[in-house]
Structure formats: structure tokens, C-alpha cells
């Protein structure tokens, strides 16, 4: 929370102190008047000193993408914040200020040296995604707990800690236990680690390091199990077949499906539902495996596909690049020889041809690239092809399998509305030799009642079926559809454009060239 500043006017970082600030550290003198009167793009500065300028809140730097310096000391901050978009930032000073909680630093992963000595920090938290960070300074704070520095062995390229200041430090053992948990230390308080210390560290530690050890060895292997889950997973999901592997399905049909969980109470129906059970597990890892083989198959076709279009852009750029070439070496010889004509008319004639040359070289280039569109375009159009082929074929085989699935429901369905019924008869007779839940006699007043539970619990069950069958095909569908408007526009539109562009660019350069060629030459 803000606090009232008696004798400090908080400031806000608005355009205007940031476009002085930049001025400030930008170039001097000519330099500088040039700079200043071509604009400021916030965008292409890489170092900010926003110090000393009684700053309360972080704000307004998202423009600054290229950013890879920032001092923001001896401010008034209380909120690390506002710094999200600053993903190429290396470097960042907020010592001096008045900031309590580490956070608002996850997306800055390339942070390397971080400064928040003299703060009012007692917890050394939220920075697990700064993997390379080689420098911190939490200095002069109100760490009070010596194991929280522990947090700190996470970063195996951390090499300078400053600490200095904070209450532990009066602690006795502070500097070995610090040496001995981070090992990759090689400055310390400012002041190098040496051998000595550092074994005798190891060795007072020596029992509880290995202790610690075992516990994060256990941990990167528990880390690594969750990663090869999420990454099965992703697989999976890519394929459209998530979780078919096991009986999820299945006991999803009965999650929300009270009514069909006291059904299947009923005697003489655990062995129905378990032959149930087994058969749609069994459609839904045929499905499964069935998924994972097509999705390779996509895969393996799309890069090849991507390589095709990569060989025929890679092939016109070289045969482009052959053309340019050797009509540089032409403009060379011209210009040579113009140089060393003494006759006005030759000059003039040279020139000339060499300008009509100039709208040769366009015409060749533009060729090119017309048959690149044409080949590109037949190419897109076979992928499209085939793709079409290959979604359609999956589309036709998923809804065969999971009508299996749904012939299955149905079947079970019929049978146990005939046992409800059966077991109807014997409650009303009072023949019915086992001994039913209340909850499950509920269902049991009537044929009515007892028709629609089932009916009920079919329909919630189709309902399930239906739903994880739309949602396959509609995935894959608009997995096709974006593919091939992003290769359309990316392929298509915006390759041809970006070459458009730099052709005519190299044309207008050439006959800029030329005018200059003519004037020093001519005059």
C-alpha cells in the first residue's frame, strides 16, 4: 500500500521523462541535435537510468522492446511491476527504494545481474525463472532466515551474492553455510571465496549437503516424470486423442450420472458393466493408437511439404542472385569504361543502354518470380490436396470407431432396462432375494420412474459420446484450416510481397546510382 510522502512529491514516469532521460544518455553535441530532431524511438534504446527522480510506481515502459539496461535506483518504489515487456532486459538495478516482495520478474528470463540492495525485502521468493542469473544483490533487507538462502542453489551460474547488511549476517555460521549451500559462488559480500573457506564449508555442511542433495535429486527426477507426462500429453492433444489411452472416457459417461451409478448397484449387473467397459476401452485405444499414427503421418507430410517450398524459394533466390551478380560486374565494366571515354556521345550512348539494361535486370526478376508464384501455387494447391485427403480419411475412421462406442451404449442400455424391469417385478412381488440401497429404492416406485433413470443415463451418456466426437472433428478441421490460410498469406501473399519489394528496391537504388554516376560524370 502507498504511503504519504511528506517531504517527497512521488513522480510519474510519463513520455516526458522518459524522452529527457533518453536524451540525457544519448549521443552529445551534433550528434545529439541530429538525434533529436529526427525523433526519439523508444523502441530501439537499449540502456535507461530512471535514478534519483522520486519514482513511486513502475509504469509506462512496455515501448522500450529492446531494452537491456535499466537503473531504476533510489526511487521510492514500493511494487516491482510494469516490467513484462521488457523480455531482452540483462540488466536491472532497484536498489534503494522501498520494495518488499520479489515479484513481477517471470517473464524476464534473460536477467542476469539484479540489484535490490536497500530495500525492505524478508523473503528471497519468485525469481524461479531466472535460470541465468549470474549476479544478485539483496543486500542491507530484512532477510531473517539463514535456510532461505537455500532458495538461491536453483541458479547454477550465480556467482556474485551480496547479503552485507541483513540480520543473519550477525549469525556465526552465516558465511560458511552460505559457501557451503552454493557452491557456485565465487564472490561473496564482496569479497572472493577462497579454497579454504570453501572446504571447510564442505566439510561442516558435509552431512546436511548431502541430505539436501538426495532431496533435489529426488525432486529433478519427480520434475522430469511431470515433464515427460506434459509432454506425452501435448503429443497426444496434437493428435486429438488425449486421455483415449485408458478408460477416462468411459468413466466420464458416468461422472455426472447419479441415476446410472445407482443402476449400477443392481444385482447381476457388475459383470454386464465390466464386459462394457472392456469393449469401449478397448474401440478407444484402437482409437488412440490409430490417432497417433495419422497425426505422424501429417507431420511427416507437412515438412515435407515445407522442404519442397524451402528447395524451390532457396533454387529462384540462386538463380535471381546469379542474374544480379552478373549484371553487377556489367555495371562495373560500364561505369569503367564510361569513365575512361572521352567522347561525349559514347558516354551518353554507354549510359543509355545500361539504363535500358536496368528495366532488363527488373523484367528478369520479376520473371523469376512469377514462375516462383506459379510453382508455389501448383505446389500448395497438391498439399491442400492431400491434406483434405488425409483429414477426411481420419474424419471418416474417428466417427466409425466412436459410432462402435455409441452401439455399445446402446446395447447396454437395452439390456439394462430389461434388468431394472426385471428387478421391478420381483420388488412388487417381493420376491427380490438381495437387499437394494435406499438411494437405489428410490428409483424403483414405479415403471416410470424406473424408465426414465435408464433413459436418463443413456441419454447422458450419447450426450458424452457425441460431445468427444464433435470436438475431434472439429479440431482437426480447424487445425486444416488455419494451416492453410497461414501458408496462403505467409507462402503466397506476403513472400511475394516482401519480394516485389526488395526487387523494386534494387532497381530504384540502381537507377538512383546512375543519376549520381551521370552528374559527377557529365558535369
Known sequence: MSRLYDTIEPSVIDDDMLTTAVEEQGPKLEAGRIAKQEGID????????LDFRNILKIDNLWSFKSLTKLQLDNNIIEDIEGLGELVNLVWLDLSFNNIEVIE???KLSRLQDVTLFNNRISTIENMDTLTNLHVFSIGNNNLTNLDNVV?????????????????????DNYKPFIIAHLPSLVYLDFRLVDDMSRDSAK??????????????????LKLQEEKMKDEELAKHKAAYVEHLDSAYLFD??????????????????????????????QICQQLFVYGLEEHEKRCEEVNQFLSCLQDAKCDNRQT???????FMAYKRKVYQDVSMASDTKTMENALHTYSEDIGNVWDTLMGLELQLVDQLEETIKEFERNMAEMVSTFVETVQALIAQTRDLENTHHDKLLEIAISVLEKMVKNELEEELADDVRELFVDKDTVTNAVSASHDTHLFKIDNREDEIIRRINGWMTSLIDKIHFEEEVQRNRDRVTEINHLIDFLREDLENFETQTMS
Open 203 to 220: 566439510e561442516q555442511y558435509k552431512y546436511s549437503i548431502e541430505e539436501l542433495e538426495a532431496d533435489e535429486a529426488l525432486a529433478a
Open 252 to 281: 466420464s459417461l458416468f461422472a455426472e450420472d447419479s441415476d446410472g451409478q445407482k443402476l449400477n448397484l443392481l444385482p447381476g449387473l457388475q459383470e454386464m458393466i465390466e464386459f462394457y467397459r472392456d469393449k469401449f476401452v
Open 151 to 171: 532458495y538461491l542453489r536453483q541458479f547454477k551460474q550465480l556467482q556474485t551474492l551480496n547479503l552485507s547488511g541483513n540480520s543473519f549476517c550477525d549469525n
Open 320 to 326: 535471381a542472385a546469379q542474374h544480379v551478380n552478373k
Open 42 to 49: 523508444f523502441s530501439d534504446v537499449s540502456r535507461l537510468r
Open 104 to 106: 513481477g520478474l517471470e
